[in-house]
């Protein structure tokens, strides 16, 4: 017989907020960014308590450094105390960046009352709380670059408690040509399914995704809630994750102040003038843009002063030329004439067109992109 009227149990699960980020090579965009990041941090507070969850887990990476400000800490602390007052309980593991290992770590401190947090280094024992009527056994360790050996068979599901919940800072099913770091905890799918926990949070990795969906060792990355770089693009999210005596189900929830997007602009025959037209039309300050340029155009784009000139209708702006100038009408225009510009030019178009290969070709076309901006810099003067 079906059993009806099951607790259910309501988590919501997070990571990689990397409070007190500074954003240095954005130059006067990074100044504020650092708001949009507590901005977030408020906003999962929202969340948690608009879907009356039982507890947050924060899965590693919640400061960007292990030792940050003290005022951030602090608001850390009092956005920690007022879930508390909600009735939220809050588990968190320390990540990479905020490691534990460190004497004057930030996880040393005191934290409230309604707040778990793992400072082993190996899950000996699970923690047993009790929440909406059930035994809740957590599984977590405190990130310790120094010793990150056999770290799963302190995962393995115990005998009793009613809901195994892991969390992780790990680096699951990594590319096969990548040789990940032991202090990042490279793991498989198989490996967190061999534990048998009903769910897993991990951290670290910032882009959202499910492992083992509906099976044992169900786990998932949310993300980083706020992007943090111009890569982190798409939407951003937190986790919800559902209890109600089957498989966890998982629920995503948008969040974030702002979106990362890259964007291909064709600049076939376009003017610089008209290039900045288009990067324009897409003028919005919750963007974090890279506008790539591609095609062949009617001058050598430049970068800079596209990006300097269009910057202030973004969050962030980078501006990549992936523009081919071989087929550029500027090419075109100057690839008769009896100057040296001219001859450079067709030395350089020979040289593409008998190239050996696709290094060799890609060398002699960077080369002519390279010279001509040179040499127009030189004929500006
Ligand atoms: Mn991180």
């Not at 965009?29 to 929202?46: F, K, P, S, V």
């Amino acid at each position: 017989m079906q059993i009806i009227n099951v607790s259910q149990l309501r988590v919501l699960h997070s990571a990689d907020l990397h409070l007190g980020r500074t954003f240095q090579s954005w130059g006067p965009a990074g100044a504020n960014r650092h708001q949009d990041i507590l901005e977030t941090l408020e906003q999962i507070g929202t969340i948690a308590r608009q879907n009356r969850v039982h507890l947050l887990l924060l899965a590693g990476d919640q400061f960007d450094k292990h030792n940050p400000d003290p005022a951030l800490v602090n608001r850390f602390q009092q956005w920690l105390g007022a879930l508390g007052q909600d009735g939220i309980r809050v588990v968190m593991i320390s990540g990479n960046h905020d490691s534990y290992w460190y004497e004057d770590s930030v996880y040393r401190q005191r934290f409230p009352e309604n707040t778990t947090l793992f400072q082993e280094t190996t899950c000996t024992e699970p923690v047993e709380i009790y929440a909406s009527g059930l035994n809740v056994m957590l599984y977590g360790i405190a990130h310790d670059h120094t010793r990150q050996r056999d770290v799963l068979p302190g995962f393995r599901r115990r005998a009793e408690g009613d809901v195994h919940i892991g969390l992780m800072h790990a680096t699951v099913d990594p590319r096969a040509d990548i040789d990940v770091a032991e202090r990042y905890l490279p793991l498989s799918s198989a490996n967190l399914a061999s534990t048998g926990l009903d769910y897993i949070a991990l951290g670290h990795l910032h882009r959202a995704r499910t492992i083992n969906p509906g099976r044992p060792g169900m786990a998932a990355y949310p993300g980083s809630p706020e992007p943090l770089h111009i890569r982190e693009t798409g939407p951003r999210s937190v986790t919800l994750i559902t209890f109600r005596g089957g498989p966890p189900e998982l629920t995503t929830i948008p969040c974030g102040q702002r979106r990362a997007e890259r964007f291909q602009i064709d600049t076939t025959s376009l003017t610089d003038e008209e290039i900045i037209t288009r990067i324009e039309q897409l003028a919005d300050d919750h963007l974090i843009l890279t506008a790539e340029l591609t095609g062949a155009p009617q001058e050598i784009p430049d970068t800079d002063a596209l990006q300097a000139r269009a910057a202030h209708h973004f969050c962030y702006l980078q501006v990549r030329d992936a523009t081919s100038v071989v087929d550029s009408g500027y090419v075109r225009r100057i690839e008769n004439e009896r100057t040296i510009r001219g001859e450079f030019v067709r030395q350089l178009r020979d040289r593409i067109a008998t190239a050996e290969t696709h290094q060799e070709r890609e060398i002699a076309e960077l080369a002519l992109q390279l010279g001509l901006i040179q040499l127009e810099r030189r004929s500006a003067q």
